[in-house]
Protein backbone atom coordinates (compact mmCIF):
# COMPACT_ATOMS: atom_id res chain seq x y z
CA UNK A 1 0.00 0.00 0.00
CA UNK A 2 1.30 3.01 -1.08
CA UNK A 3 0.13 6.56 1.14
CA UNK A 4 0.49 9.83 -0.58
CA UNK A 5 0.06 12.81 1.73
CA UNK A 6 -0.45 16.47 1.36
CA UNK A 7 1.56 19.25 3.03
CA UNK A 8 -0.96 19.82 5.40
CA UNK A 9 -1.94 15.81 6.55
CA UNK A 10 -1.06 14.42 9.57
CA UNK A 11 0.41 10.94 8.68
CA UNK A 12 -0.41 9.81 12.12
CA UNK A 13 -3.98 10.63 11.61
CA UNK A 14 -4.20 9.18 8.17
CA UNK A 15 -3.30 5.77 9.52
CA UNK A 16 -5.63 5.48 12.40
CA UNK A 17 -7.88 6.29 9.77
CA UNK A 18 -6.98 3.69 7.49
CA UNK A 19 -6.88 1.16 10.07
CA UNK A 20 -10.43 1.47 11.50
CA UNK A 21 -11.54 1.36 7.88
CA UNK A 22 -9.75 -1.99 7.32
CA UNK A 23 -10.56 -3.39 10.66
CA UNK A 24 -14.62 -3.19 10.01
CA UNK A 25 -13.29 -5.65 7.02
CA UNK A 26 -11.18 -8.26 8.69
CA UNK A 27 -7.61 -6.60 7.71
CA UNK A 28 -4.72 -4.68 8.84
CA UNK A 29 -2.11 -2.40 7.31
CA UNK A 30 1.49 -4.42 6.95
CA UNK A 31 4.16 -2.14 7.90
CA UNK A 32 6.49 -4.10 6.05
CA UNK A 33 4.46 -3.03 2.98
CA UNK A 34 3.50 0.48 3.34
CA UNK A 35 4.99 3.34 2.43
CA UNK A 36 4.17 6.83 3.56
CA UNK A 37 5.87 9.64 0.74
CA UNK A 38 4.59 12.99 -0.21
CA UNK A 39 3.12 13.36 -3.24
CA UNK A 40 5.85 15.81 -5.06
CA UNK A 41 8.51 13.08 -4.45
CA UNK A 42 7.29 10.68 -6.48
CA UNK A 43 7.01 6.69 -6.02
CA UNK A 44 6.25 3.57 -8.38
CA UNK A 45 3.01 1.67 -7.99
CA UNK A 46 1.93 -1.00 -10.34
CA UNK A 47 4.43 -0.89 -13.24
CA UNK A 48 4.01 2.79 -12.94
CA UNK A 49 6.10 5.96 -11.50
CA UNK A 50 3.43 8.44 -10.36
CA UNK A 51 4.45 12.02 -9.01
CA UNK A 52 2.62 15.86 -8.58
CA UNK A 53 4.96 18.42 -9.79
CA UNK A 54 5.45 21.79 -7.58
CA UNK A 55 3.34 23.69 -9.91
CA UNK A 56 0.27 21.09 -8.85
CA UNK A 57 0.19 18.92 -12.23
CA UNK A 58 -0.46 15.16 -11.97
CA UNK A 59 2.05 13.27 -14.15
CA UNK A 60 2.50 9.77 -14.35
CA UNK A 61 5.43 7.69 -16.09
CA UNK A 62 6.84 4.27 -17.47
CA UNK A 63 9.41 3.87 -14.42
CA UNK A 64 13.17 3.69 -15.50
CA UNK A 65 13.50 -0.70 -13.97
CA UNK A 66 10.30 -1.64 -15.71
CA UNK A 67 11.53 0.26 -19.48
CA UNK A 68 15.04 -1.99 -18.82
CA UNK A 69 13.13 -4.82 -18.47
CA UNK A 70 10.84 -4.42 -21.58
CA UNK A 71 14.08 -3.02 -23.93
CA UNK A 72 16.01 -6.42 -22.27
CA UNK A 73 12.99 -8.78 -23.73
CA UNK A 74 12.74 -6.88 -27.10
CA UNK A 75 16.71 -7.43 -27.02
CA UNK A 76 16.87 -11.03 -26.12
CA UNK A 77 14.48 -11.97 -29.08
CA UNK A 78 16.31 -9.31 -31.72
CA UNK A 79 19.91 -10.88 -30.51
CA UNK A 80 18.64 -14.41 -30.84
CA UNK A 81 20.15 -17.05 -33.64
CA UNK A 82 17.72 -19.67 -33.42
CA UNK A 83 15.23 -18.16 -35.67
CA UNK A 84 14.75 -15.37 -38.64
CA UNK A 85 13.56 -12.02 -38.57
CA UNK A 86 10.22 -13.04 -39.45
CA UNK A 87 9.84 -15.54 -36.45
CA UNK A 88 11.29 -12.34 -34.32
CA UNK A 89 9.42 -9.96 -35.67
CA UNK A 90 5.87 -12.33 -34.50
CA UNK A 91 7.90 -12.77 -30.87
CA UNK A 92 8.63 -8.76 -30.74
CA UNK A 93 4.80 -7.61 -31.88
CA UNK A 94 2.52 -8.73 -28.59
CA UNK A 95 5.06 -7.54 -26.34
CA UNK A 96 5.71 -3.97 -27.81
CA UNK A 97 1.95 -4.04 -28.37
CA UNK A 98 1.40 -5.00 -24.34
CA UNK A 99 3.61 -2.63 -23.03
CA UNK A 100 2.69 0.57 -25.30
CA UNK A 101 -1.06 -0.43 -24.42
CA UNK A 102 -0.26 -0.43 -20.63
CA UNK A 103 1.37 2.62 -20.48
CA UNK A 104 -1.02 4.38 -22.73
CA UNK A 105 -2.35 6.78 -20.56
CA UNK A 106 0.94 8.10 -19.16
CA UNK A 107 3.85 10.81 -20.45
CA UNK A 108 5.30 8.40 -22.89
CA UNK A 109 7.35 11.40 -24.51
CA UNK A 110 10.92 10.78 -22.31
CA UNK A 111 10.32 7.24 -23.75
CA UNK A 112 10.09 7.94 -27.72
CA UNK A 113 14.03 8.76 -28.28
CA UNK A 114 14.58 5.38 -26.45
CA UNK A 115 11.92 3.80 -28.46
CA UNK A 116 13.39 4.82 -32.07
CA UNK A 117 16.77 3.72 -31.28
CA UNK A 118 15.22 0.00 -29.91
CA UNK A 119 13.63 -0.01 -33.31
CA UNK A 120 16.23 1.76 -35.66
CA UNK A 121 18.79 -0.90 -33.87
CA UNK A 122 16.35 -3.86 -34.76
CA UNK A 123 15.77 -2.72 -38.61
CA UNK A 124 19.62 -2.90 -38.61
CA UNK A 125 20.11 -6.31 -37.40
CA UNK A 126 16.60 -7.33 -39.67
CA UNK A 127 18.41 -5.80 -42.98
CA UNK A 128 21.33 -8.03 -42.77
CA UNK A 129 19.69 -11.12 -43.75
CA UNK A 130 20.47 -11.98 -47.13
CA UNK A 131 16.81 -12.68 -48.29
CA UNK A 132 15.70 -9.18 -47.04
CA UNK A 133 15.50 -6.11 -48.71
CA UNK A 134 15.27 -2.70 -47.29
CA UNK A 135 11.42 -2.54 -48.20
CA UNK A 136 10.87 -5.74 -46.60
CA UNK A 137 12.72 -5.29 -43.40
CA UNK A 138 10.94 -2.05 -42.88
CA UNK A 139 7.56 -4.12 -43.49
CA UNK A 140 8.73 -6.24 -40.65
CA UNK A 141 9.89 -3.69 -38.25
CA UNK A 142 5.82 -2.21 -38.52
CA UNK A 143 4.58 -5.96 -37.61
CA UNK A 144 7.17 -6.10 -34.81
CA UNK A 145 6.87 -2.60 -33.53
CA UNK A 146 3.17 -1.75 -33.64
CA UNK A 147 1.57 1.62 -32.83
CA UNK A 148 -0.38 2.52 -30.19
CA UNK A 149 -1.31 5.33 -29.62
CA UNK A 150 -1.69 7.40 -26.07
CA UNK A 151 -3.15 10.16 -24.08
CA UNK A 152 -1.46 11.22 -20.91
CA UNK A 153 -4.08 11.33 -17.93
CA UNK A 154 -6.81 9.89 -20.12
CA UNK A 155 -8.13 7.76 -17.66
CA UNK A 156 -11.38 8.52 -15.88
CA UNK A 157 -11.21 9.26 -12.29
CA UNK A 158 -13.40 8.37 -9.76
CA UNK A 159 -15.28 11.09 -8.13
CA UNK A 160 -14.44 12.54 -4.55
CA UNK A 161 -17.31 10.94 -2.82
CA UNK A 162 -17.38 7.30 -4.46
CA UNK A 163 -16.11 3.97 -3.01
CA UNK A 164 -16.02 0.54 -4.09
CA UNK A 165 -17.78 -0.21 -0.96
CA UNK A 166 -20.84 1.79 -1.58
CA UNK A 167 -22.96 -0.64 -3.66
CA UNK A 168 -23.29 2.07 -6.10
CA UNK A 169 -23.46 -0.66 -8.72
CA UNK A 170 -24.73 1.68 -11.52
CA UNK A 171 -21.92 4.17 -11.40
CA UNK A 172 -19.09 1.74 -11.06
CA UNK A 173 -20.33 -0.57 -13.99
CA UNK A 174 -20.68 2.67 -16.37
CA UNK A 175 -17.26 4.02 -15.01
CA UNK A 176 -15.15 -0.25 -15.57
CA UNK A 177 -16.87 0.23 -19.25
CA UNK A 178 -15.03 3.72 -19.82
CA UNK A 179 -12.06 1.58 -19.43
CA UNK A 180 -12.43 0.26 -22.86
CA UNK A 181 -12.49 1.53 -26.02
CA UNK A 182 -13.05 0.85 -30.16
CA UNK A 183 -16.16 -1.67 -30.75
CA UNK A 184 -16.08 -2.82 -27.21
CA UNK A 185 -17.14 0.50 -26.02
CA UNK A 186 -19.59 1.25 -28.73
CA UNK A 187 -21.24 -2.06 -27.24
CA UNK A 188 -20.90 -1.62 -24.18
CA UNK A 189 -23.02 1.27 -24.39
CA UNK A 190 -25.90 0.05 -26.43
CA UNK A 191 -26.07 -2.88 -24.21
CA UNK A 192 -26.60 -0.36 -20.98
CA UNK A 193 -23.38 -1.44 -19.17
CA UNK A 194 -24.69 -5.30 -19.20
CA UNK A 195 -23.71 -8.78 -19.73
CA UNK A 196 -25.47 -9.85 -22.91
CA UNK A 197 -25.44 -13.42 -21.52
CA UNK A 198 -26.26 -12.89 -17.77
CA UNK A 199 -27.66 -9.75 -18.13
CA UNK A 200 -25.69 -8.65 -15.01
CA UNK A 201 -23.85 -5.32 -14.48
CA UNK A 202 -20.42 -5.28 -15.36
CA UNK A 203 -17.87 -4.80 -11.89
CA UNK A 204 -14.29 -4.16 -12.12
CA UNK A 205 -14.08 -7.67 -11.04
CA UNK A 206 -14.05 -9.43 -13.85
CA UNK A 207 -13.19 -8.48 -17.34
CA UNK A 208 -14.78 -7.59 -20.47
CA UNK A 209 -14.86 -9.71 -23.54
CA UNK A 210 -16.18 -9.06 -27.06
CA UNK A 211 -18.00 -11.70 -28.10
CA UNK A 212 -18.86 -12.63 -32.32
CA UNK A 213 -22.24 -14.35 -32.32
CA UNK A 214 -22.10 -16.23 -35.23
CA UNK A 215 -18.31 -17.22 -34.19
CA UNK A 216 -16.51 -15.17 -37.12
CA UNK A 217 -13.76 -13.39 -35.92
CA UNK A 218 -13.65 -10.98 -39.44
CA UNK A 219 -17.53 -10.52 -39.23
CA UNK A 220 -17.25 -6.91 -37.33
CA UNK A 221 -20.56 -5.67 -38.10
CA UNK A 222 -22.38 -4.11 -35.24
CA UNK A 223 -25.27 -6.67 -35.02
CA UNK A 224 -22.61 -9.34 -34.88
CA UNK A 225 -20.95 -8.00 -31.46
CA UNK A 226 -22.00 -8.30 -28.06
CA UNK A 227 -20.08 -7.86 -24.71
CA UNK A 228 -19.89 -10.50 -22.09
CA UNK A 229 -18.07 -11.26 -18.47
CA UNK A 230 -14.97 -13.45 -19.40
CA UNK A 231 -16.71 -16.38 -17.69
CA UNK A 232 -19.97 -16.29 -19.76
CA UNK A 233 -17.61 -16.00 -22.80
CA UNK A 234 -15.80 -19.20 -21.60
CA UNK A 235 -19.15 -20.92 -20.94
CA UNK A 236 -20.54 -19.53 -24.52
CA UNK A 237 -17.82 -20.91 -25.91
CA UNK A 238 -18.02 -24.43 -24.16
CA UNK A 239 -21.56 -24.73 -24.79
CA UNK A 240 -20.92 -24.88 -28.11
CA UNK A 241 -18.49 -27.86 -28.31
CA UNK A 242 -19.60 -31.03 -29.55
CA UNK A 243 -18.82 -34.03 -27.95
CA UNK A 244 -18.31 -37.43 -29.20
Known amino acids: MVIILRPEDDAT ?28 DGFDFLGWHFKVLKDGRFKSYPPVDNFK ?7 NIVNCSNYGSKAKAEKLAPIVRGWRNYHKFCDMSSAKFSLWHINHRTWKVFNKETKNTRKSTTQLIKKAFPSVPYSENKFVNVKGDKSPYDNDIT ?33 SEERVHLHHIDGNHNNWKTKNLVTVHESCHDYIHMSKEVIF
Do not use: P
Request: proline share 0%; with cysteine; net charge positive.
Open 171 to 203: YWSERNSKLYDNETSKALKRQNHSCSHCGLKFT
Open 13 to 40: EILERINEFLTERGMKISEKKTKITAAT
Open 69 to 75: KFRQKVK
